[in-house]
């Protein structure tokens, strides 16, 4: 079908993407595997030399290495935790027959829509401030002393704040998901008698399974690399630094490129750990 | 009797459904309800829902202050500059992909969104030294390119799944009438492909309009946009809590509004095709 004509043509219309991509992927990770064997401190004489695998084994050995990868990963799985079991439960209620279905659709999605620095300043000082924070409102009413949540909790707020920006989007995938259900099959199992649950563990689940794995792999991407939530709360304090804070410290901060970058190939490591299982679904759905 | 039970049940679900949805909106109503009190109310024990003095003042303070047209401007054209850049260079990629596919498409698709999943923060440094050296730090132009480039898997993903669904039978009918190459573009497919285009815009904007990490590390003064101005906001004008939500209010409000009207696409955008 395709002529040789506009065989030459296509590939000419698809090299600028792909060099582009190429360009931009290839140069800086260059770089960053370069700087992580330097020793490459560019306020305290710059680059001194070659460092060997020095900065991978310190990166590693640091104090700060292992809470920030306990913390990535208390963050990740307590958010995924809490968005997909939400998501589920939201996706299967929003499917329900209601009045203002669309607007409560609306309502549900809206905080996907905020700006993180937005959605963290908001909760921070308006909910969570320990003076005249809503919450601290609430605490007080109930004759409770108020919490200094981004200090005395701040895993548990920074896991919130996190969960309530991607509640929307799980929600709004499990939700595409459960509405290709086939409804007259469980409409069919309902008048046979099965009960909600195993109804839900036999028919639901395994029908969202796919949908529930691309919600996790996707959002593991993106909540490995969460950084204006943290930015703007705490700043890497009160054992919320994740891996990738680290590094941004390391990298900005201490303005140690060497070690940074020796941290920033772990994180690119880790990252293409999951982006490997994500790939191979979507991969399958291309043919 | 059947009716009866399917209406209770009904109400039950719009009752909860709709407790819920407000329970997950209530941050974002809060903030803006808050934008329109004083100082003093904003921070009043026992908060005050609505009935207070409502006012304008803290909008025209926020913008005198600190010059949120400026910010506005720069999020408007890094956003929008990123889109259309990304389009110019993902349509036609995605239309040879779509139409005139070879045994590496589906290989160069999987790679192009494993770009997509590099870690920012690991690439951080060199990026920051690129920006210096080629004197694009802080400035606009500068961030359109990092935001087309980390944007253009996704436009190109979502072009491809749109122009894969227009039916080659039509594009071979054109051909066989002896149609050009360009006139093929311009006259059938684009007209064909203009709701998924429009889309894929919607969602490119959106997403670059909120993205924090690159808008926070590479812009200073001069090329700061809302993401960066909100940061600001932080301690000690962030205690201020009627101004900080006035300048939330006019930071999410755009976003929200073309929010809504591209939640089919979201699923699409962001899945890469794999939920429809």
Do not use: C
């Amino acid at each position: 079908m395709a002529t040789q004509q506009s065989r030459s043509a296509a590939r000419f219309m698809l090299a600028p993407a792909v060099i582009l991509l190429l360009g931009w992927m290839l140069v800086p990770l260059i770089m960053t595997l370069w700087f992580s064997f330097r020793n490459y401190l560019p306020l305290r004489g710059g680059d001194l030399g070659w460092a060997g695998f020095d900065n991978y084994v310190r990166f590693i050995n640091s104090s700060s290495f292992w809470p920030s990868v306990q913390t990535t990963l208390i963050i990740v799985g307590g958010v995924l935790f809490i968005t997909i079991v939400l998501g589920v439960i939201l996706a299967l209620l929003l499917d329900q027959p209601m009045w203002g279905q669309g607007v409560v659709r609306i309502l549900v999605i809206a905080p996907f829509f905020v700006m993180p620095t937005v959605s963290a300043l908001v909760w921070k000082n308006m909910f969570m401030d320990p003076v005249n924070g809503l919450f601290a409102h609430i605490w007080k009413f109930f004759g409770a002393a108020p919490v200094e949540w981004l200090s005395q909790a701040s895993m548990q707020s920074l896991i919130l704040i996190v969960s309530w920006q991607w509640l929307p989007f799980a929600t709004l995938i499990l939700l595409t998901a459960v509405q290709s259900l086939d409804s007259e099959q469980l409409e069919a199992a309902e008048m046979d008698g099965a009960p909600f649950h195993s109804r839900f563990i036999y028919m639901i689940l395994p029908h969202l399974a796919r949908a529930i794995t691309i919600v996790v792999l996707i959002q593991t991407i993106f909540l490995l690399s969460i950084f204006a939530e943290i930015f703007v709360t705490t700043g890497g304090a009160f054992g919320t630094r994740t891996l990738s804070y680290l590094i941004f410290q390391r990298v900005l901060e201490s303005q140690n490129i060497g070690l940074g970058s020796a941290g920033g190939v772990y994180a690119i490591i880790l990252a293409n750990i999951v982006a490997i299982f994500l790939m191979r679904i979507v991969g399958k759905n291309l043919d | 009797m059947a009716r009866a039970v399917t209406n209770n049940r009904k109400a039950l679900n719009t009752a909860i459904a709709w407790s819920i949805g407000i329970l997950i909106f209530f941050p974002i109503l809060w903030t803006i309800l808050t934008s329109f009190k004083t100082e003093a109310q904003a921070i009043s024990d026992p908060p005050v829902f609505l009935f207070f003095d409502w006012t304008l003042e803290n909008y025209t303070v926020v913008q005198e202050r600190s010059n949120y047209m400026r910010f506005l401007w720069n999020s408007v054209v890094i956003a929008g500059g990123s889109t259309i850049l990304g389009l110019i260079i993902a349509v036609p990629a995605a239309w040879s992909m779509a139409f005139v596919p070879s045994k590496r498409t589906k290989d160069i698709l999987l790679w192009m969104l494993s770009t997509k999943m590099l870690p920012a923060v690991g690439v951080l440094y060199p990026i920051y030294l690129i920006f210096i050296k080629l004197g694009i730090l802080d400035t606009r132009t500068g961030l359109v390119i990092v935001m087309m480039l980390i944007n253009l898997p996704i436009i190109v993903w979502m072009l491809y799944t749109y122009f894969r669904e227009i039916p080659v039978e039509i594009l071979e009918a054109s051909r066989m009438d002896g149609a050009t190459l360009k006139e093929e573009i311009i006259h059938i497919l684009t007209p064909m492909a203009v709701p998924g285009i429009a889309s894929t815009m919607l969602l490119n904007f959106i997403l670059a309009w909120n993205e924090a990490f690159w808008t926070l590390n590479l812009t200073a003064a001069k090329a700061a946009p809302l993401t960066a101005f909100i940061a600001s906001y932080s301690s000690p004008e962030g205690l201020f809590y009627a101004k900080l939500s006035a300048a939330s209010t006019m930071a999410i409000a755009p976003i929200l509004i073309l929010g809504w009207f591209s939640q089919k696409q979201l699923v699409r955008g962001l899945t890469f095709g794999a939920v429809k």
